[in-house]
T-cell receptor, first 114, second 116 residues
Framework: AQSVAQPEDQVNVAEGNPLTVKCTYS??????LFWYVQYPNRGLQFLLK??????LVKGSYGFEAEFNKSQTSFHLKKPSALVSDSALYFC????????????FGAGTRLAVHP | NAGVTQTPKFRILKIGQSMTLQCTQD?????MYWYRQDPGMGLKLIYY???????DKGEVPNGYNVSRSTTEDFPLRLELAAPSQTSVYFC???????????????FGPGTRLTVL
């Protein structure tokens, strides 16, 4: 079965500290992995994706994610958190079915404190 | 380039009423999707379309209908609204297969629907 797990409902980080938002996946074959961010009362915004190639993917707003095939993980990272990074973050994996189906995790709320 | 637009932003319905949520994209995307977002549950796919005239069910299609008469528009119809349909609804689109960015979905701002 195809699935995505985000084990933390909320992550709290002090401004200026590094942050990590965790994601693990289960899918047959090579995974296509995505991170999206949702600010309050807004739609989801694409941050970055891994399709193939370098395991470290760089995306928008200084975020990056590391693909680890052996641990089936795709953790989102940022070296120095900003208060404005506070939002809801979704990890997703592309399922198979011919229509680029995305399977989303339940989301992790990131709170960055001044 | 407005991207994906949705109307209305908010709506309150009474049980048994019907309504149509509008979605339009101006990126010439072939694929379009409707999701609902319930608290703590991530997004669930309701319906999708891979081109004008072609639609199919997602994970949670019951109580909804869609049509796709043009590339740009993908309206979602709720018939006989029920409290269980209280949710935030997102429309998304993507280029689809054969395009370098075909996998990335772009989302509208959402419609917050309450059924009382």
């Amino acid at each position: 079965a195809q699935s995505v797990a985000q084990p933390e409902d909320q992550v709290n980080v002090a401004e200026g500290n590094p942050l990590t938002v965790k994601c693990t996946y289960s899918v047959s074959g090579n995974p296509y992995l995505f991170w999206y961010v949702q600010y309050p009362n807004r739609g989801l915004q694409f941050l970055l994706k891994y399709i193939t190639g370098d395991n470290l993917v760089k995306g928008s707003y200084g975020f990056e994610a590391e693909f680890n095939k052996s641990q089936t993980s795709f953790h989102l990272k940022k070296p120095s958190a900003l208060v404005s990074d506070s939002a809801l973050y979704f990890c997703a994996v592309r399922g198979w079915g011919g229509y680029n189906k995305l399977i989303f995790g339940a989301g992790t709320r990131l709170a960055v404190h001044p | 380039n407005a991207g994906v637009t949705q109307t209305p932003k908010f709506r309150i319905l009474k049980i048994g009423q019907s309504m149509t949520l509008q979605c339009t994209q101006d990126m010439n995307h072939n694929y379009m999707y409707w999701y609902r977002q319930d608290p703590g549950m991530g997004l669930k796919l309701i319906y999708y379309s891979v081109g004008a005239g072609i639609t199919d069910k997602g994970e949670v299609p019951n109580g909804y209908n869609v049509s796709r008469s043009t590339t740009e528009d993908f309206p979602l119809r709720l018939e006989l609204a029920a409290p269980s349909q209280t949710s935030v609804y997102f429309c998304a689109s993507s280029y689809g297969t054969g395009h370098g960015d075909g996998d990335t979905q772009y989302f509208g701002p959402g419609t917050r629907l309450t059924v009382l």
